[in-house]
């Protein structure tokens, strides 16, 4: 029997698919999951300010607003992950607890997914929402923030003017992997798209502080995803951190931004000049 030939940095075909899902990964997925939402429907009765705000005609082009009760507040936006072809925006409210805990306001990003809209379009829809946002709630100083795919996006909009710094978790900044496996029955990148839309390949356009933040119970390729990212962004002297969580995995490390003292939300401030007095500040690294 022949063997199955390797197909990118020493991986087979299934090796690579293997090395990218996270679900496999993880058996409690599914149930960390059902657990986050329904927490984040206790979130949004609490705090949403605004529901399903729609930024374009589709279904899933909407955004939440949730309020921290303080005036000027500065923006936390958070996309959600799936691999840009599954879950929702209403699953992951939960995860402006920590920020608004943190003295931000935030926003959750609904988008079209995977294979009804290409990567390139759900940037663009991304974007997009970013700037409705900013028209409903004034100018503000902006992080935005993802999850796995959002992450992604995350590195991807840090490039916009309206954006300030980013915080991405477990994120994908190399999409070739992505293009070379079963994750592209539905997203259908084309090489010239693997390459375009990844953040490794953009650094020049994405010179705001960056925080790469990933558990060191991951996937080792998601791992790799952030450390290599980080050291590529390092080597040009671009301002961001690395910050790998131990005993926490792909799923497990939501609870760090939920929590109001959890890891990722505690290094939100400091990404920020907290300066009432000038209306957007330059972003700096966190302490």
Not at 17 to 28: K, L, Q, R, S, V
Not at 36 to 55: E, G, M, N, P
Not at 68 to 83: D, T
Not at 142 to 154: F, P
Request: net charge negative; proline share 6%; charged share 20%.
């Amino acid at each position: 029997m022949t063997p199955e030939p390797e197909i990118w940095n020493g991986f087979t075909r299934a090796a690579l698919d293997i090395a990218y899902n996270n679900t496999a990964a993880c058996p409690h997925a599914a149930e960390t999951l059902s657990a986050l939402a329904s927490r984040s429907d206790i979130t949004r009765a609490r705090f949403c300010t605004a529901r399903d705000v729609a930024y374009g005609t589709k279904e899933r082009q909407r955004f939440d607003l949730l309020s921290c009760g303080k005036a000027n507040a500065p923006l936390f936006v958070f996309i959600h992950g799936g691999y840009w072809q599954r879950n929702h925006k209403d699953m992951f409210s939960a995860m402006a607890d920590g920020p608004m805990a943190q003295g931000f306001d935030a926003a959750l990003i609904g988008y079209t997914l995977a294979p009804e809209a290409t990567l390139k379009a759900i940037i663009a829809e991304c974007e997009a929402a970013i700037r409705a946002i900013l028209a409903e709630m004034g100018p503000r100083r902006l992080i935005v923030s993802g999850w796995s795919a959002g992450g992604h996006l995350a590195a991807r909009l840090v490039e916009m003017p309206e954006v300030d710094a980013a915080l991405a978790i477990s994120g994908i900044f190399d999409l070739e992997p992505i293009r070379l496996g079963e994750l592209n029955d539905k997203v259908r990148l084309t090489v010239e798209e693997s390459i375009v839309e990844s953040p490794l390949h953009r650094l020049d356009q994405a010179t705001k502080p960056v925080i790469l933040a990933y558990g060191m119970g991951e996937l080792p390729e998601l791992q790799r995803q952030s450390r290599d990212y980080f050291l590529a962004r390092e080597k040009l002297g671009l301002p961001g951190s690395l910050l790998p969580l131990a005993d926490k995995d792909h799923f497990t490390i939501l609870a760090e931004l939920a929590e109001p003292e959890g890891a990722l939300a505690s290094a939100l401030p400091g990404i920020l000049v907290f300066d009432a007095s000038v209306e957007r500040q330059s972003p700096i690294l966190p302490q």
